[in-house]
């Protein structure tokens, strides 16, 4: 069955920029979107369409894509982005979620 | 404003069924579609399914088939999602989401508040 795979931690100093990735074979023949999930609430929708932030979303989330991977960046991490991000992609006409990665801003 | 608004927490016993309800406000009911989303405590994501309201076509995922049914009630702007055959796994905050499908990409744009499900003897 078709997988995503996310790292499960990514630590980064206030200021900095962070980087998670998401891979899945041929995810570059997709589109992937990005959601961002602080302990006790929803899940919020931070990059879809591969790189497309919806309204609200601040400028320093970016999101793109390489070969068979997406990427979500955070350009001048704040401490509020402290949360779990999670990746999704649509296949076969089905959703599927990669396992989340927990963005500790140390 | 988009508003997807659920039923509030529930406790049942192993081999009883769940139905929950997530009542839409705010836009086209019919125009998008709505998905079941569930999390385990302390673990990720897990797709459970997906509804059209527009025609109440259906795709469970597959570790669910034959246990979970979805459905709309177009009257009321509601969709409700029961689960049955309980297991203690089945533990697990459930959220609706408003389904976006554009092209080759399905995502969620808003979600509901949870409702948490705690299935114990």
């Known amino acids: 069955s078709y997988e995503l795979t996310q790292p499960p931690s990514v630590s980064v100093s206030p200021g900095q920029t962070a980087t998670i990735t998401c891979s899945g074979d041929?995810?570059?023949?997709?589109?992937a979107c990005w959601y961002q999930q602080k302990p006790g609430q929803s899940p919020v929708l931070v990059i879809y369409?591969?790189?497309k932030r919806p309204s609200g979303i601040p400028e320093r989330f970016s999101g793109s894509t390489s070969g068979n991977t997406a990427t979500l960046t955070i350009s001048g991490t704040q401490a509020m982005d402290e949360a779990d991000y999670y990746c999704q992609a649509w296949d076969s006409s089905t959703v599927l979620f990669g396992g989340g990665t927990k963005l500790t801003v140390l | 404003q988009v508003q997807l608004v659920q039923s509030g927490a529930e406790v049942k016993k192993p081999g009883t069924s769940v139905k929950v309800s997530c009542k839409a406000s705010g836009y086209t009911f019919t125009g998008y579609g709505i998905s079941w989303v569930r999390q385990a405590p302390g673990q990720g994501l897990e797709w459970m399914g997906w509804i059209s309201v527009y025609n109440g076509n259906t795709n469970y995922a597959q570790k669910l088939q034959g246990r979970v049914t979805m459905t709309t009630d177009t009257s009321t702007r509601s969709a409700y999602m029961e689960l049955r055959s309980l297991r203690s796994d089945d533990t697990a905050l459930y959220f609706c989401?408003?389904?976006?499908?554009?092209?080759?990409?399905?995502?969620?744009?808003?979600w509901g508040q949870g409702t948490l499900v705690t299935v114990s003897s």
């Open positions: 989401a408003r389904g976006v499908a554009v092209a080759d990409e399905y995502y969620f744009d808003y």
């Open positions: 041929k995810l570059g023949d997709k589109y």
């Open positions: 369409q591969d790189a």
